[in-house]
């Protein structure tokens, strides 16, 4: 008898709780929100990579036109390397060249200017590509071409850094688009 009075008592409390607003305890809360472009597979700002790994990178906030698939390609720091100095007339300080791969994952990989975006450093300071020349023996600055590159092409590309005479060895390679991926806010990815 006392059982079947204590088994009511907890029925009718639940009663009263479901009456007054309580939550079912068998029932999921809201999700935490998807992280931007996790359904892209894109990487998180202030990732650090290796030489050699590849990062996942939205290239602008806008989207492509022809499809509305947003511009995304998959970036690769193939290497960093210490470049003949012979190369270079009236450009004091040590060349460096840092070899990248990038392929068209959606959109237009067309909008990948890796000069605007790739930076190297030389220790504390950041450097940002030398303008000229374009082409360097052993360094080609290209892109693609095609209004709309196929999906899944990929593109080899050179960027060349010159650190000041005394400066720090070049030691690692950022990608910085000074919005999701920011180096003065960490969130740049590095190759290193």
Known sequence: MRRSHKAAGTVLALLALVACGGEDPQTPGPSAPAEPGASLGLTAPGTV??????????????????????NVIDLTVTSVARADPSLFDDIP????FAR??????????????????????SGDTQLRPIAS?????????????????PL?????????FVVEPGGAPLDR?????N????????TAVEWR
Request: hydrophobic share 35%.
């Open 179 to 186: 919005d999701t991926y920011d180096d003065q806010e960490g």
């Open 93 to 96: 300080g040590t060349p460096y």
């Open 152 to 160: 899944g092409s990929s593109m080899d590309t050179c960027v060349t």
């Open 100 to 121: 990248l791969t990038f392929t068209a994952v959606s959109g237009d990989a067309q909008r990948f200017f890796p000069a605007d975006v790739v930076v190297g450093w």
């Open 49 to 70: 990579l290796d030489i050699g790994e590849t990062a996942r990178i939205p290239l602008e906030e806008r989207t492509a036109a022809s499809d509305g698939e947003p």
């Open 133 to 149: 020349p374009a082409i360097v023996d052993g360094c080609a600055r290209v892109g693609f071409t095609a209004p709309e590159p």
């Open 173 to 177: 390679i950022g990608y910085d688009d």
